[in-house]
């Protein structure tokens, strides 16, 4: 079965500091794989997505996340955090073939610190 | 363009008793995911329904059902209702689902307690 770790809980990070959000997944093959973002109170955003080609792909709000076969892992950094970047974050992966079913990692939370 | 539109937001009920969520998609989605959120599981794919059929369910037991509708909009429905089904209920439609990609849009959700 497939299964996506986060290792990390909780992040405490300065404003302006980088971030780096850890990910790793257990599949068959490689998936589809995915970044949601889930602010206070809100639905779930996608931030990027990982289907083939080129290993380091770009999202939106400055996220970028690169995808290691050798590692099972598909990390999300940024540069530089700002205080908005305060949320929780989920990894997701997807089998290719089987529709939108996407199973979740348990999310990690990220906190600005000013 | 509106997002998913879930109704209601929040909502509270008693053991045994049963809840109907809606779930309005994307103008042009006619793939629609369900999803449990709960602190202790997280997120746990409930089903997808795809032409008012389901493609895809999750390991839920039979309490849990859902529909879709011909204009996509979908309902999820839990009978019987147990403490443990206090959870953020999300919706999620698609736009390409022949295979489906994963990239959903999400509902800011239904908050069901059970009390």
């Known amino acids: 079965a497939q299964s996506v770790t986060q290792p990390d809980i909780h992040i405490t990070v300065s404003e302006g500091a980088s971030l780096e959000l850890r990910c790793n997944y257990s599949?068959?093959?490689?998936?589809?794989l995915f970044w949601y973002v889930q602010s206070p109170g809100q639905g779930l955003q996608l931030l990027l997505k990982?289907?083939?080609?080129?290993?380091l792909v770009q999202g939106i709000k400055g996220f970028e996340a690169e995808f290691k076969r050798s590692q099972s892992s598909f990390n999300l950094r940024k540069p530089s955090v700002h205080w908005s970047d305060a949320a929780e974050y989920f990894c997701?992966?997807?089998?290719?073939?089987?529709?939108?079913?996407?199973?979740f990692g348990g999310g990690t939370r990220v906190l600005v610190k000013p | 363009k509106a997002g998913v539109t879930q109704t209601p937001r929040y909502l509270i009920k008693t053991r045994g008793q049963q809840v109907t969520l809606s779930c309005s998609p994307i103008?042009?989605?006619?793939?629609v995911s369900w999803y449990q959120q709960t602190p202790g599981q997280g997120l746990q794919f409930l089903f997808e329904?795809?032409?008012?059929?389901?493609?895809n369910k999750g390991n839920f037991p039979g309490r849990f059902s859902g529909r879709q509708f011909s204009n996509s909009r979908s309902e999820m429905n839990v009978s019987t209702l147990e403490l443990g089904d206090s959870a953020l209920y999300l919706c999620?439609?698609?736009?390409?689902?022949?295979?489906?990609?994963?990239?959903?849009?999400f509902g800011e959700g239904s908050r069901l307690t059970v009390l």
């Open positions: 999620a439609s698609s736009l390409v689902v022949d295979p489906g990609t994963g990239e959903l849009f």
């Open positions: 599949y068959g093959a490689t998936p589809y």
């Open positions: 990982y289907f083939s080609g080129d290993t």
């Open positions: 997701a992966v997807g089998p290719k073939a089987a529709g939108n079913k996407l199973t």
């Open positions: 103008s042009g989605h006619r793939s």
């Open positions: 329904y795809f032409s008012e059929t389901q493609r």
